[in-house]
């Protein structure tokens, strides 16, 4: 059964760095998009970055871009989202999630946070002073 499972969240300063891990079982995450999306208390889910399977392209979300960049690790089965110059407003439970695997020919900046179908159980990450 696949299984997503992220891992380095946390409380950070404005201004600081944080590097989240999703970790995968039961799938080779190089056969899927896979994305990073956060929701806040009271705001709806929000896509912050992705990346494609067949392309290697990424997506990011206006808020984030300059300032977040997502990787894979094919050999490890992992992906991970390294976050610099965090903002409070960044504050939220960022998860890991996988598009349904016909979508890999898509890229991933097409799929809508709603298409994703397996998702990790989120890593809270909290910026503030």
């Known amino acids: 059964q696949a299984q997503l499972v992220e891992s380095g969240g946390g409380l950070v300063q404005p201004g600081g760095s944080l590097r989240l891990s999703c970790a995968a079982s039961?799938?080779?995450?190089?056969?899927?998009?896979v994305g990073w999306l956060r929701q806040a208390p009271g705001k709806e889910r929000e896509e912050v970055s992705c990346?494609?399977?067949?392309?290697?392209?990424?997506f990011y979300g206006d808020s984030v871009t300059g300032r977040f960049t997502i990787s894979r690790d094919n050999a490890k089965n992992m992906v991970y989202l390294q976050m610099n110059s965090l903002k409070p407003e960044d504050t939220a439970v960022y998860y890991c999630?996988?598009?349904?695997?016909?979508?890999?020919?898509?890229?991933?900046?097409?799929?809508?946070?709603?298409?994703?179908?397996?998702w990790g159980q989120g890593t809270q990450v909290t910026v503030s002073s």
């Open positions: 039961g799938i080779s995450l190089d056969n899927y998009i």
């Open positions: 999630a996988t598009a349904p695997e016909f979508y890999s020919a898509l890229h991933c900046g097409t799929v809508s946070h709603y298409e994703y179908d397996n």
């Open positions: 990346v494609d399977s067949s392309y290697g392209s990424t």
